[in-house]
């Protein structure tokens, strides 16, 4: 059997190699480039809209036309869109996103310390709701249709129709002022004091959560509902007389995993739209915060940064998604024979 | 290691096997007898009988056919026999396996019987094997189950049983997932991991139905090759009464959730009396039948479960049937050996022999493997 | 090979999630219908029938009354506007805004998903392409960036809203007009030489069109919830000028005090969503003959 297993890990990597998987990876790569194209120019453009010139609103409605002229020339604003695109896209690519109108600070420093703090809530809305969607929806379809399952569908179907800046005022309500539980609003930094931090971020993280622990609880319950129901490699599990829980995790969970990754990567703009309002709520210093600003400052150059970033991470969240997909279903990373 | 096995590897598998089992029929009793199994589901409000009233005994080592349409209730039967059923499902009746009763047994018994004495082969080997779970692994969790051994020893047990289904190149296929393999290979898969634990029951519901005929004869030779030399008795489930005029021993022909007829196999070749049965094989090919003849079929729809008609529920789609057929006649038996259910059994003086030309051609499988064998 | 038998499927089926008696399914289709149709009658019918105050130009003497207050069902804000009028205003901005980013999004995405199918080819692959840029943007992200350039109003929001509503919906257009080149009587047409606008317009929008009204009821209460969060973010519909988002936001600052300026529009908001994505369902159901 030692040969076999040496022949296991070989034939993994072979497999790998060869296999459909890597040039999907390829494939998803080269067309993950013109859709952050498409992302910038479409985001330049929409910028570039606006009536009126930056110049003029930076300062005010007293200054003279040179000196509007003037700080346009300085800040580039006079060449025309397409050449300040170029010079945009060039700066970019080199990791240079410009200086912001307002602060006159490098937007790269700007975004760097933001970019941590939406992070971290990302990553905790995302990481809470899968951690309680998944025993829900095991808990629900291990019995479908008995008074587990109906709560669990009912609290879902409601849920998913709460906005989530209402269900942060709840929350807030409930647990900051009544309760006393959490503070209402801002915000400390993990590295000063990591129990605060976590206290500070329980809130918005759960109010980002919360919808997206509805929807996964809803898909992954149907698809294992579906499964036992309906799937006969199920049927073959209990001829074998392994055990109900066993079927359910093993091999209906096993199965609807491959598409839970795959929702979850789609739910991820979603996600990250909600941080700007969750942050703009709880007062968060993240990047949704510092984006809102940006916009009511006109301070073109972060919000254009803060735009890109978010659909950068979109797309290369979404490439990551595929990317795991088919490095984990087989199906997929050994094609069919 | 060059994978092939050969006669002598596969003799040695299969001591390994079979320690002691008996390879005829055992001498105490028949090793399952099932007496007036009824199921019925009930489904919003309306009541379907899927099965109502079946019985059979059947011996080890025996092979069983089951023969009836969709619908006709022989594979609820077999699976309320192995709790398979949705809770939905009310089961009636007994079943004794080795003198233990099956129906009713609290589930978690049930498990500990499920794989390790009867263990069951389904119709689509592509839809019956976990997609994302390595063929090995499946194979290890049906050995690991049942018995308390290391995950080595179940590997190299696995390897075995894939050798003893004669699955080419067994050691390689123990890491591959199903959709690498062919249609013929995953059944054997099926097939070994129901032979996992060295069942004394096989169930093969359609085993053979989703696979092409080359295929379907191999995997045939294959059951009833397993079942000589492990004396693993064997239920099929088919519609086709040709597979079962060449494998099996014995024959019940189901209609409607009730068996019509049941009797040796030869018996009732020999001398099919139910009006349904003759109908059923008017419905095969023949090689003496004149080219381009139409085949007899079957006329109307098999009867629906949740409305059956009053009598025999054969009588509407029933050449011979007359006013007494609007009562329904018992399963009895009129011959040594052979029990049937009809007023009017073929070859008394008011039958005629086959069927009226209709719609259903689609009903009644056409051709069985061997006769395509027989034929080439 | 018709005559493969498929025990499992009967087996399944007989155990599917009972199907529920007619009653019960009816009572699920007509129950949310019900409820959006009360919603849509309450916000434009109910200030005109009823003797509900306007919602703005309050009197300051009237301020901050409790809910339940006598001439004022469920109170007034700090400048004693009337908080049922002021709802009521809003879900009629917030149901136009809804209703009209709908009605583009399904003429103008329904037609290009259901061209971009029926022509295949390279243009198709262009179509999806482009669309494909637009769904990698987090919408809300854009919208925002939208509405603060055009600056807040109505129509800006209309505009931003429908832009990013009309991707989503020429995917499921498409997909949709794809699996139904598939069947026989869309080659039996096209052999018959009907002309292509013919085509789209008697034989793929009639049948992509329950797929297509399905999503958009639950896109109904997805842009009302965007709406909500740009007014929220004051760059939706523009103050005085009640909507939900923006007595939401106004209520925010006296949570603790009253929490009835939040509640109540927040209690609207649900509502309402919940209305659609129940009908939304329903219609699903409905129209997948489960």
Same mark, same amino acid.
């Given at each position: 059997?030692?040969?076999?297993?040496?022949r296991?890990?070989?034939?993994?990597?072979?497999?790998? &190699?060869?296999? +459909?998987?890597?040039?999907?990876?390829?494939?998803? =790569?080269?067309? *993950?480039?013109p859709?952050? $194209? /498409?992302? %910038?120019?479409?985001?330049?453009?929409?910028?570039?809209?606006?009536?009126g010139?930056?110049?003029q609103?930076?300062l005010?409605?007293?200054a003279?036309?040179?000196?509007v002229?003037?700080?346009?020339?300085?800040?580039? &604003?006079?060449? +025309?869109?397409?050449?300040?695109?170029?010079?945009? =896209?060039?700066? *970019?690519?080199t990791?240079? $996103? /410009?200086? %912001?109108?307002?602060?006159?600070?490098?937007?790269?420093?700007?975004?760097g310390?933001?970019?941590?703090?939406?992070?971290?809530?990302?990553?905790?809305a995302?990481v809470?709701?899968?951690?309680l969607?998944?025993?829900?929806?095991l808990?629900?379809?291990?019995r479908?249709?008995?008074?587990?399952?109906?709560?669990?569908?009912?609290?879902?179907?409601?849920?998913?129709?709460?906005a989530?800046?209402?269900?942060?005022?709840?929350?807030?309500?409930?647990?900051?002022?009544?309760l006393?539980?959490?503070?209402?609003?801002g915000y400390v930094p993990?590295?000063?004091?990591?129990?605060e931090n976590?206290?500070?971020m329980?809130?918005?993280?759960?109010?980002?959560?919360?919808?997206l622990?509805?929807?996964?609880?809803?898909?992954?319950?149907g698809?294992?509902?579906?499964?036992?129901?309906g799937?006969?490699?199920?049927?073959?599990?209990?001829?074998?007389?392994?055990?109900?829980?066993?079927?359910?995790?093993?091999?209906?969970?096993?199965?609807?995993s491959?598409?839970?990754?795959?929702?979850?990567?789609?739910?991820?703009?979603t996600?990250?739209?909600?941080?700007?309002?969750?942050?703009?709520?709880?007062?968060?210093?993240?990047?949704?915060?510092l984006?809102?600003q940006?916009?009511?400052?006109?301070d073109?150059?972060?919000?254009?940064?803060?735009?890109?970033?978010?659909a950068?991470?979109?797309?290369?969240?979404?490439?990551v998604t595929?990317?795991l997909?088919?490095?984990?279903?087989?199906?997929?990373?050994y094609?069919?024979? | 290691?060059?994978?092939?096995p050969?006669a002598?590897?596969?003799?040695?598998?299969?001591?390994?096997?079979?320690?002691?089992?008996a390879?005829?029929?055992?001498?105490?009793?028949?090793l399952?007898?099932?007496?007036?199994?009824?199921?019925?589901?009930?489904?919003?409000?309306?009541?379907?009988?899927?099965?109502?009233?079946?019985?059979?005994?059947l011996?080890?080592?025996?092979?069983?056919?089951?023969?009836?349409?969709?619908?006709?209730?022989?594979?609820?039967?077999?699976?309320?026999?192995?709790?398979?059923?949705?809770?939905?499902?009310?089961?009636?009746?007994s079943a004794?396996?080795?003198?233990?009763?099956?129906?009713?047994m609290?589930?978690?018994?049930?498990?500990?019987?499920?794989?390790?004495?009867?263990?069951?082969?389904?119709?689509?080997?592509?839809?019956?094997?976990?997609?994302?779970?390595?063929?090995?692994?499946?194979?290890?969790?049906?050995?690991?189950?049942?018995?308390?051994?290391?995950?080595?020893?179940?590997?190299?047990?696995?390897?075995?049983?894939?050798?003893l289904?004669?699955?080419?190149?067994?050691?390689?296929r123990?890491?591959?997932?199903?959709?690498q393999?062919?249609?013929?290979?995953?059944?054997?898969v099926?097939?070994a991991?129901?032979?996992?634990?060295?069942?004394?029951?096989?169930?093969?519901?359609?085993?053979?139905?989703?696979?092409?005929?080359?295929?379907?004869?191999?995997?045939?030779?294959?059951l009833?090759?397993?079942?000589?030399r492990?004396?693993?008795?064997?239920?099929?489930?088919?519609h086709?009464?040709?597979?079962?005029?060449?494998?099996?021993?014995?024959?019940?022909?189901?209609?409607?959730?009730?068996?019509?007829?049941?009797?040796?196999?030869?018996?009732?070749?020999?001398?099919?009396?139910?009006?349904?049965?003759?109908?059923l094989?008017?419905?095969?090919?023949?090689?003496?039948?004149?080219?381009h003849?139409?085949?007899?079929?079957?006329?109307?729809?098999?009867p629906?479960?949740?409305?059956l008609?009053?009598?025999?529920?054969?009588?509407?789609?029933?050449?011979?049937?007359?006013?007494k057929?609007?009562e329904a006649?018992?399963l009895?038996?009129?011959?040594?050996?052979?029990?049937?259910?009809c007023w009017?059994p073929?070859?008394?003086?008011?039958t005629?022999?086959?069927?009226?030309?209709?719609?259903?051609?689609?009903?009644?499988?056409?051709?069985?493997?061997?006769?395509?064998?027989?034929?080439? | 090979?018709?005559?493969v038998?498929?025990?499992?499927?009967?087996?399944?089926e007989?155990?599917a999630?009972?199907?529920?008696?007619?009653?019960a399914r009816?009572?699920?289709?007509?129950?949310?219908?019900?409820l959006?149709?009360?919603?849509?009658?309450?916000c434009?019918?109910g200030?005109?029938?009823?003797?509900?105050?306007?919602?703005?130009?309050?009197?300051v003497?009237?301020?901050?009354l409790?809910?339940?207050?006598p001439?004022?069902l469920?109170g007034t804000?700090?400048?004693?506007?009337?908080?049922?009028?002021?709802?009521?205003h809003?879900?009629r901005?917030?149901?136009?805004?809804?209703v009209?980013?709908?009605?583009?999004g399904?003429a103008?995405?329904?037609?290009?998903?259901?061209?971009?199918?029926?022509?295949?080819?390279?243009?198709?692959?262009?179509?999806?392409?482009?669309?494909?840029?637009?769904?990698?943007?987090?919408s809300?992200v854009?919208?925002?960036?939208?509405?603060?350039?055009?600056?807040?109003?109505?129509?800006?929001?209309?505009?931003a809203?429908a832009f990013?509503?009309?991707?989503?919906?020429?995917?499921?257009?498409?997909?949709?007009?794809?699996?139904?080149?598939?069947?026989?009587?869309?080659?039996?047409a096209?052999?018959?030489?009907?002309?292509?606008?013919?085509?789209?317009?008697?034989?793929?929008?009639?049948?992509?069109?329950?797929?297509?009204?399905t999503f958009?009821?639950?896109?109904?209460?997805?842009?009302?919830?965007?709406e909500?969060?740009l007014?929220?973010?004051?760059?939706?519909?523009?103050a005085?000028?009640?909507?939900?988002?923006?007595?939401?936001?106004?209520?925010?600052?006296?949570?603790?005090?009253?929490?009835?300026?939040?509640?109540?529009?927040?209690?609207?908001?649900?509502?309402?969503?919940?209305?659609?994505n129940l009908l939304?369902?329903?219609?699903?159901?409905?129209?997948?003959?489960?």
């Amino acid at each position: 059997m030692t040969v076999a297993v040496e022949r296991r890990t070989r034939n993994v990597t072979a497999a790998l &190699l060869a296999s +459909p998987s890597l040039r999907l990876v390829g494939k998803r =790569l080269l067309m *993950a480039i013109p859709i952050t $194209l /498409g992302v %910038s120019i479409l985001t330049f453009w929409v910028l570039n809209l606006v009536p009126g010139s930056a110049a003029q609103q930076l300062l005010g409605v007293e200054a003279t036309e040179e000196q509007v002229r003037a700080l346009e020339r300085e800040m580039g &604003l006079d060449k +025309p869109a397409w050449v300040r695109y170029l010079d945009w =896209l060039g700066g *970019a690519v080199t990791g240079d $996103l /410009g200086k %912001s109108f307002v602060s006159d600070q490098q937007v790269t420093t700007l975004l760097g310390e933001r970019l941590v703090v939406t992070f971290e809530l990302v990553i905790l809305a995302m990481v809470g709701s899968l951690a309680l969607a998944i025993p829900v929806a095991l808990l629900a379809a291990y019995r479908p249709n008995r008074l587990f399952d109906r709560l669990s569908m009912v609290v879902s179907v409601s849920g998913l129709s709460v906005a989530n800046y209402v269900l942060a005022l709840i929350l807030v309500l409930i647990f900051a002022v009544q309760l006393g539980w959490f503070p209402a609003i801002g915000y400390v930094p993990f590295t000063e004091d990591p129990v605060e931090n976590l206290r500070t971020m329980a809130l918005p993280a759960a109010a980002i959560a919360f919808p997206l622990f509805c929807f996964y609880t809803r898909f992954l319950r149907g698809d294992l509902v579906d499964q036992l129901l309906g799937q006969d490699y199920i049927v073959t599990a209990q001829a074998k007389g392994v055990g109900p829980w066993r079927v359910l995790i093993r091999h209906a969970f096993r199965n609807s995993s491959f598409g839970l990754i795959t929702v979850v990567g789609l739910n991820l703009s979603t996600l990250i739209g909600a941080t700007v309002i969750i942050e703009q709520i709880f007062a968060i210093p993240g990047l949704g915060q510092l984006m809102v600003q940006a916009i009511n400052t006109r301070d073109m150059m972060v919000v254009q940064a803060c735009v890109i970033v978010f659909a950068v991470v979109t797309v290369v969240a979404n490439l990551v998604t595929d990317l795991l997909y088919a490095v984990l279903d087989p199906r997929i990373r050994y094609g069919s024979s | 290691m060059s994978g092939e096995p050969t006669a002598r590897r596969t003799e040695e598998v299969l001591d390994l096997a079979l320690p002691t089992t008996a390879r005829g029929p055992s001498p105490g009793g028949p090793l399952l007898e099932v007496r007036d199994l009824r199921v019925r589901f009930t489904r919003g409000g309306r009541v379907v009988n899927a099965v109502n009233g079946l019985s059979y005994t059947l011996d080890a080592g025996e092979i069983l056919a089951i023969i009836g349409e969709s619908g006709s209730g022989k594979s609820v039967s077999t699976r309320s026999l192995m709790g398979l059923l949705p809770p939905s499902a009310q089961v009636s009746g007994s079943a004794k396996f080795e003198g233990t009763e099956l129906i009713g047994m609290p589930e978690k018994e049930m498990r500990a019987w499920r794989g390790a004495k009867i263990a069951m082969v389904f119709q689509d080997p592509a839809r019956s094997l976990n997609p994302t779970m390595r063929i090995g692994a499946q194979i290890v969790e049906a050995i690991r189950t049942h018995r308390k051994v290391s995950k080595k020893e179940a590997a190299e047990r696995a390897v075995e049983l894939l050798k003893l289904v004669r699955l080419p190149a067994a050691e390689r296929r123990f890491y591959e997932y199903p959709h690498q393999l062919s249609g013929g290979m995953r059944q054997r898969v099926v097939i070994a991991i129901a032979l996992a634990s060295e069942p004394r029951l096989l169930i093969a519901d359609e085993a053979t139905t989703a696979l092409d005929v080359t295929t379907q004869a191999q995997i045939m030779e294959l059951l009833v090759e397993l079942q000589q030399r492990l004396g693993t008795a064997i239920i099929m489930i088919s519609h086709d009464l040709g597979l079962a005029a060449s494998y099996a021993h014995k024959v019940v022909v189901m209609y409607a959730g009730r068996a019509v007829e049941y009797a040796s196999a030869e018996k009732l070749f020999a001398n099919v009396r139910m009006p349904y049965t003759r109908a059923l094989l008017g419905a095969i090919p023949l090689l003496d039948r004149k080219t381009h003849e139409l085949l007899p079929v079957i006329p109307g729809q098999p009867p629906d479960p949740a409305a059956l008609p009053k009598g025999c529920a054969f009588r509407p789609r029933c050449d011979v049937a007359t006013d007494k057929c609007l009562e329904a006649p018992p399963l009895k038996e009129h011959e040594p050996g052979h029990w049937w259910a009809c007023w009017h059994p073929a070859g008394s003086e008011d039958t005629a022999a086959g069927g009226r030309a209709g719609g259903r051609a689609d009903e009644v499988r056409v051709g069985s493997a061997r006769q395509v064998e027989d034929g080439a | 090979m018709a005559a493969v038998d498929a025990p499992v499927a009967t087996v399944a089926e007989v155990d599917a999630p009972r199907p529920r008696r007619a009653w019960a399914r009816r009572l699920s289709l007509w129950v949310p219908a019900g409820l959006t149709a009360f919603v849509f009658l309450a916000c434009f019918l109910g200030p005109v029938v009823l003797p509900i105050p306007a919602p703005v130009g309050g009197n300051v003497l009237e301020s901050s009354l409790p809910s339940f207050s006598p001439g004022h069902l469920l109170g007034t804000d700090p400048n004693g506007n009337d908080i049922l009028s002021r709802i009521l205003h809003g879900g009629r901005a917030s149901l136009f805004v809804a209703v009209t980013v709908n009605l583009i999004g399904l003429a103008v995405g329904g037609l290009l998903g259901a061209l971009s199918a029926y022509i295949g080819g390279k243009v198709d692959t262009v179509i999806m392409r482009v669309l494909d840029v637009l769904i990698a943007f987090p919408s809300l992200v854009l919208t925002l960036a939208v509405a603060q350039s055009l600056g807040p109003s109505l129509t800006n929001t209309i505009f931003a809203l429908a832009f990013f509503s009309i991707p989503a919906v020429a995917r499921v257009a498409r997909a949709a007009t794809l699996s139904l080149r598939e069947l026989p009587f869309m080659t039996a047409a096209e052999l018959a030489g009907t002309p292509w606008w013919r085509m789209l317009l008697r034989h793929i929008v009639p049948n992509i069109a329950p797929q297509l009204i399905t999503f958009s009821m639950l896109g109904m209460g997805t842009v009302i919830v965007i709406e909500g969060a740009l007014s929220f973010l004051g760059l939706g519909i523009p103050a005085p000028n009640p909507s939900w988002g923006n007595m939401i936001s106004e209520g925010q600052a006296s949570l603790s005090a009253t929490p009835d300026l939040v509640i109540w529009p927040s209690l609207a908001l649900f509502v309402t969503v919940l209305a659609f994505n129940l009908l939304g369902e329903a219609l699903r159901t409905h129209w997948s003959g489960r």
